[in-house]
DNA sequence: GGTAGGATGGGCT
DNA sequence: GCCCATCCTACCC
């Protein structure tokens, strides 16, 4: 899916690109990469999780404990325990004050690859490694104490792909919630075969 | 190919 | 006490 030329990787996403309205850059990070020391995947999934109506937002009921990297600044990582078992990556945007941030939800891996693999044991294919966003956190060792992280500095960063490309994207519903089921807020790389599963497109 | 059910613990009412 | 932004295994076509 990647050829070697692309595995050059660009600058740093900086602040100002997670500083906008969610939904722009939850598009927007798919074909970035994401990086967390060794290891670096290609995003191929994103969800929006945006203020005021979205009741499927953990920033919904207010500012909490779990819920205040939600309301800081962009550009920081806001980490969290789902099922009891596994942790989701999530970016802050908006500006400071606003709530809102986007789910990584998959990855096609390009660095790091045997150490994914070591992480992940129960993945049977590269197609396995990080196709999820429990499977993306395990495989690139990101847990609970990146939360609060600023991620336009440090070990776990975004990047700019070396070589840009135009994407086809796909929007959906997002998965696994109860809450606006139907708000057409996920957001694929839909040919691409490492994204966690197939749902009617709305667009 | 497909899905039902269980593991497991923090957050919040 | 209930609700989860999930994943894996077993089992069934």
Redesign the pocket.
């Known amino acids: 899916m990647v050829s070697a030329a692309e595995m050059r990787l660009g600058q740093i996403l900086n602040r100002e690109f997670y500083a906008r309205p969610t939904v722009e850059v939850a598009r927007d990070l798919l074909g970035k990469v994401l990086v967390n020391g060794v290891t670096a995947g290609i995003i191929v999934e994103t969800?929006a999780?945006l203020g005021g109506e979205d009741l499927?937002?953990?920033?919904a009921?207010?500012i909490?404990?779990?819920?205040r990297v939600?309301f800081g600044p962009p550009g920081h990582a806001?980490v969290?325990?789902?099922?009891?078992?596994?942790e989701?990556l999530?970016l802050v945007t908006e500006p400071e004050g606003r709530p809102g941030?986007v789910?990584v939800?998959a990855l096609e891996p390009i660095r790091g690859i045997e150490r994914m693999m070591g992480r992940?044991p129960?993945?049977r294919r590269l197609q396995?490694l990080a196709?999820?966003?429990?499977?993306?956190t395990?495989a690139m060792g990101i847990t609970r104490a990146a939360n609060g992280a600023d991620v336009t500095r440090g070990a776990l960063v975004v990047r700019e792909p070396g070589k840009r490309r135009r994407l086809r994207i796909t929007v959906t519903p997002?998965?696994?919630?109860?809450?606006c089921a139907d708000w057409p807020l996920r957001f694929i790389i839909p040919e691409n075969p490492y994204v966690?599963r197939v749902k009617p497109a709305l667009f």
Do not use: F, W
């Open positions: 969800e999780y499927a937002s953990h920033s009921h207010g909490t404990d779990r819920t939600i806001y969290y325990l789902v099922y009891g078992m596994y989701c999530n941030c789910l939800r992940r129960a993945a396995d196709s999820g966003p429990g499977k993306l395990l997002r998965i696994g919630i109860r809450h966690s």
